[in-house]
């Protein structure tokens, strides 16, 4: 079954992702105390994902160690084909999503995890960008399941 492995957030942008066990998310506005929390949320910024499985090839690949939490996605996911679900709803726990698009990685992640390569190898493997739908809590371990 797919679940949440690991949760990351940071209050502002481009210092380290602390890794936490939950988080609290507020529909249309994102994760409290995260950098991209706003009263009028762009869809793009609430919440991010990311398969572990891709992680761990990208890490056996080349012969790296790079922790999950510094892929700088919120949730990292175990047991689930993300790039499947776009256009779909999950829910998280208690919380409801709905997918909006693949989450590309980007000039930033390549400098922070001085890897040239993460770009190309992460093109289709960066995860996703979903709308909060529903207001509750999310805790490592919790369920995702795709409802529509």
């Known amino acids: ?9 940071t209050a502002k942008n481009n210092q380290s992702i602390k890794e936490v066990n939950s988080i609290e998310v507020i529909a249309n506005k994102g994760i409290i105390g995260d950098r991209h929390f706003h009263e009028f949320n762009d869809p793009y910024n609430q919440l991010s994902l990311i398969e572990s499985e891709g992680i761990d090839e990208y890490n056996m690949r080349f012969d790296l160690n790079i922790s999950y939490i510094d892929f700088r996605r919120n949730l990292v996911t175990k047991g689930i084909k ?3 679900l776009i256009g779909k709803k999950l829910s998280v726990g208690n919380v409801k999503l709905e997918v ?3 989450c590309r990685p980007c000039r930033h992640l390549t400098e922070m ?4 390569n993460i770009l190309k190898e992460f093109l289709r493997k960066g995860g996703l960008r979903c709308q909060i ?3 509750s809590k999310i805790c490592v371990g919790d369920k995702i399941e795709v409802l529509t």
Do not use: T, Y
């Open 1 to 9: 079954m797919a679940e949440v492995l690991k949760i990351g957030i």
């Open 82 to 84: 993300l790039n499947d």
């Open 100 to 102: 909006i698009d693949l």
């Open 113 to 116: 995890l001085k890897q040239k």
């Open 133 to 135: 739908l529903s207001s």
